[in-house]
């Protein structure tokens, strides 16, 4: 089909930004602060003092406690959301390149208030339409009907300090006809929303991580069609174990011996966590209109009223954890034989399902220092003093649940020597290798998901 | 090597019962049910009530609680077991056959008290050694010291309705040497453990799903060489999604299929779990001996005093979890274009770690009837009315923290017609399809990993 016949298309940056500005005019989206009296449906259970909605829904925001053998080492508020939400892109070839169905989405804690989304965002409580509001566009692409030919669905992981083992739906779709448009919605050419990753505060969460689990070519010159998107998958799939367990001339490691190594990790994990009345998270007090620990180090859960044109219910309130200062993100990256590699670490988080994943070579939560690196070249990377800046931008983490949640995200390439006693959890994996533990879920958090697809953005 | 020189090598059946017959008079193992008040150092914390060890280390009984949308559905006790112990496989190849270092072992639940168990059975607490007895013999070729070629390394739910979130790490290391043995130790070669997983109560839990993790040809004629187990492993690695997602002629679906089908049941999954003060499961009640349900229709918490001669320690007491009656467990298999299929349920429990794994096509609770199994024909693959019956013994699961907890496995073929309309949870899988998925984590239920293990003694 012609690119000319094509409705609801963006080509080009020039393009897009004509579009997003429209959007920017067209939007009326106000965002207010309320104390927690006048944040109905959503109270504090009497009990418990869990703050959740009326109708059992959406998520509640609760504590969660750290223990080792069974002794409590500390506890903090949480956000447990048990349903697990769809976020569905649908791609599509246009003039025989590969084209995602991206949305204009405005959410309450927004840096900028719009960002760009996947086609659909929904928790399972909004597809069922808990809030009686209007149907999830799209939706039927991606559940129940078989409408196109699934390419990416996979369960991961969101932020493991924020969220008790909250699991999104990642899917991409492929289809091969038009679909009716609104004004929120263009398709842009996936080198496109690449390149827009350089922006800040404009590719939102939702998108970056099912962007990562989109299988890609390595090669930067590789045509971003359908068909080299499917022989990224199978060459994905079929590498499993690069054929050897070991390493290889192609990685410095296999990938079961990087699997061993995430186990090692896990096993090394001697704490546990378990869900607490928010009461009971003795740390933190909570006033009319906010929690927040007694430090003030970590970060508050506010209330907020919102009141949109554009989204399924038109105004509604709802708790926003709103953290202090924006975090840090950091994948170191280096050629062995030619080949990049990233450093991973393997991290644990409280409320990741398994405890532990694959994170950034460095990953600082807002608020939190250098002096929790463990290794001196580690706080050279955090500090930018080594390496040359391949990739670096300010970009928003999920906005329907966080306030103003930002996080640096960088690239940063080292050519020379580097040595080589880092601590155990930490590990060089190709880029394959991490797109290949990315066709199953709970293996890679969403900052190295993020930082993943930024690694595409490079030249 | 020759044979002839191998020491503590078991050749046949006749061979192994001389060994066990030894080892049954040899074993000094007392076990009495005493008292909640004579369990100590295990105790009722005074405001949880939860059951747990002094040292806050093994496992504690604690109480789950279900909800929907927020709403407390039922609640049980249950174990909560947070370290990742290590079930370790050591083989060997002699005279150009597998081998398995297989000990036999008592455990205070088990029926016939000794069972065959794998090289090594421990949990982190054991073998960090808290109870400061005897070090965990062979170890060292399954953690830290890297002394092998490491063939299966991955963390494996067990019973989802006893076990909060328990994972343990299924490890198959090869060695090439001799190793110096006791006489509770013996290389058994792999087709006599498959052989021997026909006799009732004999091959333990542990060791079958080490088993079923180990990757195996298809072809029952293949040798049990290493070579073929490396060659297996290599061809489930590659073949991971059949280089197509969607069916093909040797399977009914592809494994991107099976894996949307898998996330799909996930999705539908409606409730939600907690932990909770065992004091508030108010449906259960303690006395002097037992935590037993109203209806004495699921299972009891007993107390037990253990005396043995070839443990690490020589005498301790625990809690065990006691089942009322026995359980099933049944594979239906059927062959479509030559190509046997197992039919597998999305099965959903209320403590594994992700909600959903796979399992059997019936798999009924001990005390549980066919009332509730939802298709007619269910029911009567569960009364062994359908079909040819091709395994069928009453196995045990783990003696180390279950009372004579007996499952019936049983492996039916069906080779007429059958309704295609089975309920949504439901999927037919090539045996191929469920190994390549158990090289990952939590995909594959404890009863499907037993099942799938005799599936290997069918000829």
Known sequence: ?????????????????RWWSDRQRAGRFEVIRVPFTDLAPWSFHQDTGNLRHASGRFFTIEGIRVEVGG?????????????????????????????CLLQAKMEPGNINTLQLSPTVQATRSNYTQVHRGDRTRYLEYFIGDDLGETIVDVNQSEQGTWYWRKRNRNIVVLIDREVPLTDDYRWLPISLVYQLLRVDHLVNMDTRTVLACLPMSESTTAPNTMDATRAAAELLDASYF??????????????????????????????????????DVS?????????????RGHFRVIG???????????????PLLAPR??????????????????????????GLLDMVEIGPTVHLQP???????????????????????R???????????????????????????????????????????????LRHGHYVNIEARTLLACTHVLS
Chains 1, 2 share one sequence.
């Not at 186990?263 to 966590?273: G, L, M, N």
Request: a negative charge.
């Open 304 to 318: 907020i009223r919102a009141t949109a044109g554009n989204r399924e219910v038109t105004t509604w309130t709802q």
């Open 283 to 295: 740390t933190w007090r909570r006033t009319d209109d906010e929690i927040t620990d007694g430090d």
């Open 71 to 99: 002794t409590p080492i500390r506890a903090q508020p949480i956000i447990n959301q048990p349903e697990i939400g769809v976020l569905g892109l649908l791609v599509r070839e246009i003039d025989e390149v590969l084209h």
């Open 1 to 17: 089909m012609a690119a000319t016949d094509t409705v609801g298309l963006v080509r080009t940056a020039t393009e897009f930004r």
């Open 391 to 437: 990739y670096d931008a300010m970009l928003s983490e999920e906005g329907g649940r966080f306030h103003h949640a930002v996080t640096r995200y960088r690239v940063i390439e080292i050519d020379d020597e580097l040595p080589v006693d880092f601590p155990e959890n930490f590990c060089w994996l190709t880029i394959r290798q991490l797109m290949t533990l």
């Open 325 to 350: 200062g924006h975090g840090l993100a950091v994948f170191v990256t280096k050629r062995f034989n030619g080949v990049p590699h990233l450093l991973v670490a393997a991290r644990s988080e409280i």
């Open 367 to 389: 608020g939190e220092d250098t002096s929790s690196l463990d290794h001196p070249l580690l706080k050279r990377v955090a500090m930018a003093e080594i390496g040359r800046l």
């Open 242 to 279: 690069n054929g050897t367990p070991r390493a290889s001339r192609t990685s410095r490691h296999g990938l079961s011996e990087i699997m061993s190594w995430l186990i090692d990790a896990k096993t090394r994990c001697e704490w546990d966590t378990r869900l607490v009345p928010l009461c």
